[in-house]
């Protein structure tokens, strides 16, 4: 039996006006949850309580926030592989890997318990006597947060924790297919003892949710908008933001290239390209785009990549996979409309494409009844290609070549994301090189473009995001805001600029 699960509110349940059906892209017949959808008002009166609540929180010392920080960690700890499993059921994300999701829930925590002991300000000099001046961190007051559903629980943790750790409320927004998963998190987190209304739960689609966000800007009850989706609405959020004269850290799609030099370890790259084109079924933000391969050793890469692509496993998300199905049928529908955008210059290396079926199965996996598809390797694509500029969110790679590093420098910044990139060399030099000439916000050498550690800032350019980093300490400045201060104790107006004592210079000293 499925569950039936709706927004929370200051602690209280938030009925919805219309039902939408989570499903399991694995066995599409079988609902997850059923989920309460809630209209642009409830959005707008979360945050009215959101803000309610946020002066109690804001008042709660730090070091005491880190302990339910602390707590919330140890609960998603305790209930690690339950929430991995649900995850699973119902993104179809191959339960290792939900596994280690979670884990970064666990992560995120364990790095801001320990803030909530410094969250340092500083003491600064003052330029006259008898005058002291401080920082201060001050939290923003209520973040409104929407967030995608391909890393249901470890991107959202990537706001929420930070955010409650600095003395913020939130309203949070998930993604409407991975509501159970988001449901369950919201859980372990109010168990942690967060007072009601500090974090409270929204499930809206699209349309109710900006219209939601509109009022509430309007009524000046969000300080603070995090965004993790697509680049096209998150361009929308950002401007609605702006209007409002608040700023949004937006977390967009990515086009990550990955270059392979004539030095690379050829087997290494492979192994890279196959995890990161391929894994989650191509539907992470920091999936591979574009594998940029130098001329000379291209023929022997691809021959080898689209051999271990074509053994990869893709099956069951409960099993030993490398994918399983593709998130949501919304992300089959679109990913089917990119597999269009092949072109007769194209080659495709990996064998069948498309849905996995039994007229098109997979070794010896017919598909099921799931939004399962064959990964897909095109060769011969092009600069001026729809497949080399534009984000394919699921299982497609595509494959070009170069013939100097300032060439596939060009090549891997031209999309103009600036999410995540890679390359694969022996010599230092190059790494160093391509880090400073490609627009990413990650580089990795000799490693895939996925994987995040909890403690690294993450965050993209351009197309990928306005410049905001999430993680560790440098997401401190998304949800605090510095206040300075200024004591003067000298009994008297002392004028900055103007009263301040003059030392004057021999300048014609010479030696
Ligand atoms: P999406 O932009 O369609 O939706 C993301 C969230 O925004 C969902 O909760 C959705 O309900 C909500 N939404 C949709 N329209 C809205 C609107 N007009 N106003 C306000 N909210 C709205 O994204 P998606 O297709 O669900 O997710 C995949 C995308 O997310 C990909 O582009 C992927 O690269 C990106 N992503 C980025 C990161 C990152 O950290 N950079 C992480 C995960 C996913």
């Not at 909530?116 to 007051?141: A, C, H, W």
């Not at 990515?254 to 492979?270: E, Q, R, S, T, Y």
């Not at 500029?389 to 494959?399: A, D, N, R, Y």
């Amino acid at each position: 039996m499925s569950r039936k699960i709706v927004s929370i509110v200051g602690g209280k349940d938030a009925t919805g006006t219309v039902t939408y059906a989570s499903t399991n892209p694995a066995r599409t017949g079988d609902v997850v949850a059923q989920v309460g959808l809630a209209d642009a008002d409830t959005f707008a009166a979360a945050c009215r309580t959101a803000k309610e609540a946020q002066r109690e929180w804001a008042r709660v010392p730090a070091p005491v926030r880190g302990r339910v920080i602390a707590s919330i960690g140890r609960l998603v700890e305790a209930n690690a592989e339950r929430l991995a499993h649900l995850v699973t059921e119902e993104i179809g994300k191959p339960y290792a890997e939900a596994l280690g999701e979670v884990r970064e829930i666990v992560d995120t925590c364990d790095f801001f318990l320990g803030e909530g002991r410094r969250l340092y300000g500083q003491t600064v000099p003052s330029e006259m006597p008898d005058k002291n001046l401080f920082t201060f961190r001050n939290p923003i007051g209520v973040a409104a947060v929407i967030t995608a559903g391909n890393f249901p629980v470890a991107v959202p943790s990537w706001y929420l924790v930070p955010a409650l750790l600095c003395g913020n409320a939130v309203v949070w927004k998930p993604a409407e297919y991975a509501a159970a998963s988001a449901h369950a998190m919201f859980q372990l987190f109010v168990a942690a003892g967060l007072p009601d209304g500090v974090l409270n739960v929204v499930f809206a689609d699209g349309a109710e949710t900006f219209r939601g966000l509109e009022l509430a800007l309007g009524e000046g009850t969000v300080q603070k908008v995090g965004f993790t989706g697509s680049s096209e609405v998150g361009r929308k959020v950002g401007e609605l933001t702006g209007r409002h004269l608040q700023s949004a850290c937006l977390e967009l799609g990515g086009k990550n290239p990955m270059v392979i030099m004539p030095d690379a370890d050829l087997d290494l790259a492979v192994e890279g390209a196959l995890f990161s084109g391929f894994g989650t079924a191509g539907q992470r933000c920091t999936s591979l785009g574009t594998v940029i391969v130098h001329e000379s050793v291209h023929d022997r890469f691809v021959e080898r990549f689209a051999q271990a692509v074509r053994e990869a496993k893709i099956g069951d998300p409960e099993g030993d996979v490398l994918a399983g199905p593709l998130l949501d049928q919304k992300f089959a529908d679109r990913y089917e409309e990119y597999l269009a955008w092949i072109q007769p210059h194209h080659t495709v290396v990996s064998g069948n494409i498309g849905r996995i079926s039994k007229d098109s199965p997979r070794h010896d996996f017919t598909g099921d009844e799931g939004l399962y598809y064959h990964p897909v390797v095109v060769d011969g694509v092009r600069p001026t290609d729809r497949l080399f500029l534009e984000e394919t969110f699921g299982p497609i790679v595509g494959v070009t070549t170069f013939q100097s590093l300032d060439e596939a420098i060009e090549l891997a910044n031209l999309p103009g994301y600036g999410l995540s990139s890679s390359i694969y060399t022996t010599d230092p030099r190059h790494a160093f090189r391509f880090r400073e000439g490609i627009s990413a916000g990650m580089v990795s050498v000799n490693n895939s473009t996925s994987g995040a550690e909890a403690h690294l800032p993450f965050g993209g350019n351009g197309k990928s995001g306005n410049g905001s980093r999430q993680s560790g300490m440098w997401v401190l400045d998304q949800f605090t805001r510095w206040q300075a201060m200024n004591w003067d104790h000298s009994g008297r107006l002392q004028k900055a600029q103007m009263d301040v004592a003059d030392i004057t210079p021999d300048m014609g000293f010479r030696l």
